[in-house]
Antibody, heavy 126, light 110 residues
């Protein structure tokens, strides 16, 4: 079955870059029938979709308007994983970050998220 | 921006039926999905495409859709069903090809 394993630091200083990685087992980041997402959760913002990357003969990315100027999601085919970079973080970016697969194969309409990674609490503080 | 609206809380006694609603203007045109989240855990998909149940999810979980409202129904609620439940659908605001989540409903089993 598909499993997602997240890694990355739990503490980031304000104005710096948050970086997380999601390693995939049981599927391929290059799959033509899945999309790979980052989602975060905080008490103030609830569950918030951040963005996705997916391959349909070429690579595509979609990002949430709220973070579009600061976010990059990249696939790494050599390691079968994908990453999140969020620049210029502030304490408002403190949240639990999740990676998740969308197995719906639809394009460009998003589908559902299954499975999810284990979550990483990222605190933005000096 | 597009929003999905859920009641903050629902309470039921064991063995009763819990119904959790989610409202959104685009739900007649877009599928809805439901997740269960227990404290300290990642969300788990319990319903997809309005009413489909993933393998491994108990039959007491079901979903339905009517107009701008979708409903998650848990029949014969058990103590282990106490959790937060979230709906999700496609962002229909036209600003992105992303997803939106409802604010979540805390299910309390009395």
């Amino acid at each position: 079955q598909v499993q997602l394993q997240q890694s990355g630091p739990g503490l980031v200083k304000p104005s710096q870059t948050l970086s997380l990685t999601c390693a995939i087992s049981g599927d391929s980041v290059s799959s033509n029938s899945a999309a790979w997402n980052w989602i975060r959760q905080s008490p103030s913002r609830g569950l918030e979709w951040l963005g996705r990357t997916y391959y349909r003969s070429k690579w595509y990315n979609d990002y949430a308007v709220s973070v579009k100027s600061r976010i990059t999601i990249n696939p790494d085919t050599s390691k079968n994983q994908f990453s999140l970079q969020l620049n210029s973080v502030t304490p408002e970016d403190t949240a639990v970050y999740y990676c998740a697969r969308d197995p719906s194969s639809w394009y460009p309409t998003p589908g559902w998220f299954d499975p999810w990674g284990q979550g990483t609490l990222v605190t933005v503080s000096s | 921006s597009y929003e999905l609206t859920q009641p903050p809380s629902v309470s039921v006694s064991p063995g009763q039926t819990a119904r959790i609603t989610c409202s959104g203007d685009a739900l007649p045109k877009q599928y809805a999905y439901w997740y269960q989240q227990k404290p300290g855990q990642a969300p788990v998909l319990v319903i997809y495409k309005d009413s489909e149940r993933p393998s491994g999810i108990p039959e007491r979980f079901s979903g339905s859709s009517s107009g701008t409202t979708v409903t998650l129904t848990i029949s014969g609620v058990q103590a282990e069903d106490e959790a937060d439940y979230y709906c999700q659908s496609a962002d229909s605001s036209g600003t992105s090809h992303g997803s939106v989540f409802g604010g979540g409903t805390k299910l309390t089993v009395l």
